[in-house]
């Protein structure tokens, strides 16, 4: 049977997302096996867990955009303890297929001007999809979608960034690395481990300068958005970084454009450090029972 | 609001120093809101209508040049009246990256307008006819148009008129290479008449938080002649044929001139043609790049 787009609903935790599209991809690792003296492999073996992942595209509307939030949140330390955690999971549902276990890995917007907002996310899960695709049948709500003509951008960057008088573009780019951690024995991960955070924004300006020291510039840009006829800003999206390139290029028939490129990996204000919390490793025992020695990370 | 006779809108034309008074025979405005609908997967019915780019507005409309006049009002010289024709011809020979608009007024409504496309046709016993579009797109803050749609009392026009309008009695139609030679037996054809054509490539710079333009560029331009005549030249070249075109458009009483020149012009196809009853026509396609 063939659905239609209209009938196939997105939901990330409970809330129903504007998207404009959507894509779910799973995926085994599978190698091939080669005997000794064979050319050709007649079987194959999993080298890997199942690896999933949901890529769609979004509307932000004038509330706080909740994908966002997994930005800052998803595998770092919170809550009292302040222990180290996998953040907030991300449970899904397109087309009535269920995940229960997601993680945000990228989330990006173009800015263009007079351009709606329009956010594109990679959520990656390694769990089964449960379910049976399903159609689903609802009107969608009025909503005021954010526009970039309401856009206005704060630059508080050193003066080595230079005179800026027009913000032609912007784009806004977040990754993180995810990684999964298997027991032996195990199909599904046990635990899921966060790498590097990374949150860049590239900036198209007028005034195009070749200066760029080898340690970069200290760059800090702010965009805030606000609903239309409406001075108060709804939705912002920061980076505090250092200028690590400058692009001037132009084309027959176009106008030269001058793009900067601003990379921080502190995606919080607060920086808190992520990571496994340590434990005492196991003691190892003699073949008379005795203790042969501490574990190296309490000495 | 009482409706309002064509001969109670007025159509001006204000470029530097110099205001023109249109003889247009039409004349029409529109402007546009660019909306797209937001339609989400698992819904029907759409969110909003939401925009995706800036208003803009474009103004177009025939006329017959008139050919005298005060051209420059702090020394009072006359000469070559036809505003549009000087606009296109020192935008397509611009050397500068920036450009910016003409007034355009029209009963009462007004903006500043890019000259997009601007074409003439010249035919035995017929006044000029020229076409133009302006494409309107606003500045900064200012919308593209602005004002309301009102009458205004225009004095009735001079009598002698007539004989100030760009006419094809006493216009030099070609020079040099055309009309086209057959050089086996010399034979030079008769020219019957020329469509002209010119397209500006604009950029309007949009940046973010502001609907309209900061600035424009002026990118290129495209000029295209399509000549009508009754004899036929075989072997187009390769690599194009070099032409010359130079039309010298005056006015009825032979006193004015306005000029046309493009500048190394490529004949890009010929085609002859003929229907019953009729005597067979050639039509050569020389083409401009700026």
């Known amino acids: 049977m063939i659905f239609s787009a209209k009938n196939t609903k997105l939901t990330l935790n409970g809330l129903d997302i504007i998207a ?29 867990g199942v690896g999933s992942s949901m ?63 329009i956010a594109n996310s990679t959520v990656v899960f390694f769990d089964d999809l449960k379910g049976e695709f399903s159609q689903t049948d609802a009107r969608v709500s009025e909503q005021e979608i954010l526009n970039c003509k309401n856009i206005t951008i704060e630059n508080l960057s050193s003066t080595g960034v230079g005179s800026i008088n027009d913000f032609i573009n912007a784009s806004y780019n977040f990754s993180v690395d995810i990684n999964p951690v298997y027991k032996a024995g195990q199909t599904l991960p046990d635990r899921i481990y966060f790498g590097r955070k990374s949150v860049s924004m590239g900036i198209e300006v007028d005034n195009p300068t070749g200066y760029l020291p080898y340690n970069g510039v200290t760059s800090k840009f702010k965009l805030n958005l606000s609903k239309h006829n409406s001075s108060t800003a709804t939705e912002n999206f920061s980076c505090f970084g250092v200028l690590q390139s400058r692009s001037v290029r132009t084309s027959v028939d176009d106008k030269v454009s001058h793009m900067l490129q ?14 496994i919390e340590p434990r005492p490793r196991p003691v190892f025992v003699g073949a008379g029972g005795d203790d042969v020695g501490v574990p190296l990370n309490v000495l | 609001m009482a409706s309002i006779r064509y001969d109670k809108i007025p159509l001006i034309i204000e470029y530097g120093a110099r205001t023109e008074k249109i003889l247009a025979y039409d004349c029409s405005l529109s402007q546009a809101a660019d909306l797209q609908p937001v339609k989400a997967i698992g819904f029907h019915g759409v969110a909003e209508q939401t925009p995706q780019g800036a208003r803009t507005s474009s103004i177009s409309f025939s006329y017959t040049p008139v050919l005298t006049g005060i051209v420059n009002t702090k020394y009072g010289s006359t000469g070559s009246f036809n505003t549009i024709n000087e606009i296109a011809s020192g935008l397509k020979n611009s050397k500068k990256s920036q450009t910016s608009g003409v007034m355009i007024k029209f009963g009462g409504i007004s903006g500043e307008g890019l000259l997009s496309q601007y074409s003439l046709s010249m035919q035995p016993y017929s006044p000029v006819t020229c076409n133009v579009n302006f494409e309107l797109f606003g500045t900064g803050t200012y919308v593209p148009i602005s004002g309301e749609l009102q009458e205004s009392v225009i004095p009735k026009k001079d009598q002698d008129l007539a004989n100030s309008v760009g006419h094809s009695a006493y216009s030099a139609f070609m020079t040099a290479n055309s009309p086209a030679t057959i050089t086996s037996d010399s034979q030079t054809g008769v020219l019957q008449s020329v469509e002209y054509n010119i397209n500006f490539a604009y950029q309007p710079v949009y940046k973010l938080g502001q609907e309209f333009p900061s600035s424009f560029l002026y990118h290129s ?51 002859l043609s003929v229907n019953a009853t009729q005597i067979a026509d050639s039509n050569k396609t020389i083409r401009s790049f700026y």
């Open chain 1, 20 to 48: 404009t599209q959507c894509a779910l991809d799973i995926a085994t690792t599978i190698d091939p096996r080669y005997d000794a003296g064979q050319r050709h492999s007649q079987s194959y073996f999993a080298s890997n």
């Open chain 2, 221 to 271: 331009a495209v000029e295209e002649a399509s000549i009508t005549e009754n004899v036929f030249e075989t072997g187009i070249a390769f690599t194009g044929k070099a032409e010359n075109f130079k039309l010298n458009v005056k006015s009825l009483d032979n006193n004015n001139a306005m000029v046309i020149e493009m500048n190394r012009p490529v004949l890009s196809n010929n085609q």
């Open chain 1, 262 to 275: 601003i990379l921080t990996n502190n995606p919080k204000v607060t920086s808190n450090v992520f990571g």
């Open chain 1, 55 to 117: 890529s769609f595209s979004h509307y932000l509307t004038g509330d706080l955009d909740k994908i966002k939030e997994f930005i800052s949140d998803q595998g770092e330390k919170i809550g009292s303890d302040q222990r180290s955690n996998e953040g907030r999971i991300i449970s899904g549902s397109f087309g009535g297929l269920t995940f229960t276990s997601g993680y945000l890995q990228t989330y990006s917007i173009q800015f263009n001007p007079n351009s709606p907002v």
